[in-house]
T-cell receptor, first 111, second 116 residues
Framework: QKEVEQNSGPLSVPEGAIASLNCTYS??????FFWYRQYSGKSPELIMF????GDKEDGRFTAQLNKASQYVSLLIRDSQPSDSATYLC???????????FGGGTRLMVKP | GAGVSQSPSNKVTEKGKDVELRCDPI?????LYWYRQSLGQGLEFLIY????????KSGLPSDRFSAERTGGSVSTLTIQRTQQEDSAVYLC??????????????FGPGTRLTVL
């Protein structure tokens, strides 16, 4: 079992819809959770991080964390074609400072 | 201020040659990380530097890989006797303090390495 799992997609949503991206992780000691966006041929850029259970909102983005279920998600409201990218979930655990990444979910927002 | 910079942006080399990849972290960031991303794959941790502490080398795939960080700033990742499976994008990231579980990593543009 991979340490951080994401559905590879592609996830296709129409413009203006809500995109829901999901991630599960195996290490219960994980402390912090990050969502990165990666456009094709580019490096990952940070969208949000979340440390505590519950929801965290930033503009059109909401991260949701449920440590009991070992589940973290990213909601993108009013999806735009420019949101089309691969979204990487990353987890930082107690063992060290490196991030463990999921394989990414490719999101396609269709006009 | 300036972000993480990496050089070269692209490197093509022949199998068996050594290569050096450079990373210049964000000014003031004490932690520096190397990852690699193979085609269609997720990011794989390689090595982590925090200040003057001994680096965490737990992700290095073989003894052909090494890295150093001089003066607590610039880092060089060296791959000796390159193999075709080393072909990947090598990404460097830095963070402010490297505090476990609470720090945000910012990535550079990467170096695309192709081993022929």
């Amino acid at each position: 079992q991979k340490e951080v799992e994401q559905n590879s997609g592609p996830l296709s949503v129409p413009e203006g819809a809500i995109a829901s991206l999901n991630c599960t992780y195996s290490d219960r000691g994980s402390q912090s959770f990050f969502w990165y966006r990666q456009y094709s041929g580019k490096s990952p850029e940070l969208i949000m991080f979340i440390y505590s259970n519950g929801d965290k909102e930033d503009g059109r983005f909401t991260a949701q964390l449920n440590k009991a279920s070992q589940y973290v998600s990213l909601l993108i409201r009013d999806s735009q074609p420019s949101d089309s990218a691969t979204y990487l979930c990353a987890v930082n655990n107690n063992a060290g400072n490196m991030l463990t990444f999921g394989g990414g979910t490719r999101l396609m927002v269709k006009p | 201020g300036a972000g993480v910079s990496q050089s070269p942006s692209n490197k093509v080399t022949e199998k068996g040659k050594d290569v050096e990849l450079r990373c210049d972290p964000i000014s003031g960031h004490t932690a520096l990380y190397w990852y690699r991303q193979s085609l269609g794959q997720g990011l794989e941790f390689l090595i982590y530097f925090q200040g003057n502490s001994a680096p965490d080398k737990s992700g290095l795939p073989s003894d052909r890989f090494s890295a150093e960080r001089t003066g607590g700033s610039v880092s060089t990742l060296t791959i000796q006797r390159t193999q075709q499976e080393d072909s990947a994008v090598y990404l460097c990231a830095s963070s402010l303090a490297g505090l476990a579980g609470t720090d945000t990593q910012y990535f550079g543009p990467g170096t695309r390495l192709t081993v022929l």
